[in-house]
């Protein structure tokens, strides 16, 4: 079982930046992809951005290729996403998932086994 609690939301300007962090509980944290998602009212969760059990390889949606970045710290079973250059049409609810796969950087929402609770990311114009 791995629990997911994600922090560093909130509300920013639009051009600044967040870091949202995703703390994992577990001693298997290593071997799971993580991923980021991020649902906006009335519309359907969509994935960001995902990273692979080993770090090596990331996946990134293409609306925030060249803005975001996603790593992982297996010493301190934490997953980020750095948020920069922000636009009001990334203000959503993000989460960040966990499963345990051999797929490099799992994409689809219904493949993740865990989901922490989201936090709230608004970007004002």
């Known amino acids: 079982q791995v629990q997911l609690v994600e922090s560093g939301g909130g509300l920013v300007q639009a051009g600044g930046s967040l870091r949202l962090s995703c703390a994992a509980s577990?001693?298997?944290?290593?071997?799971?992809?993580m991923g980021w998602f991020r649902q906006a009212p009335g519309k359907e969760r969509e994935i960001v951005a995902a990273v692979s059990w080993s770090g090596s390889a990331t996946y990134y949606a293409d609306f925030v290729k060249g803005r975001f970045n996603i790593s992982r710290d297996d010493s301190k079973n934490t997953v980020y996403l750095q948020m920069n250059c922000l636009k009001a049409e990334d203000t959503a609810v993000y989460y960040c998932?966990?499963?345990?796969?051999?797929?490099?950087?799992?994409?689809?929402?219904?493949?993740?086994?865990?989901w922490g609770q989201g936090t709230q990311v608004t970007v004002s114009p």
């Open positions: 577990g001693r298997t944290f290593s071997s799971y992809v």
């Open positions: 998932a966990g499963v345990r796969t051999v797929v490099a950087c799992t994409r689809s929402p219904a493949a993740y086994d865990y």
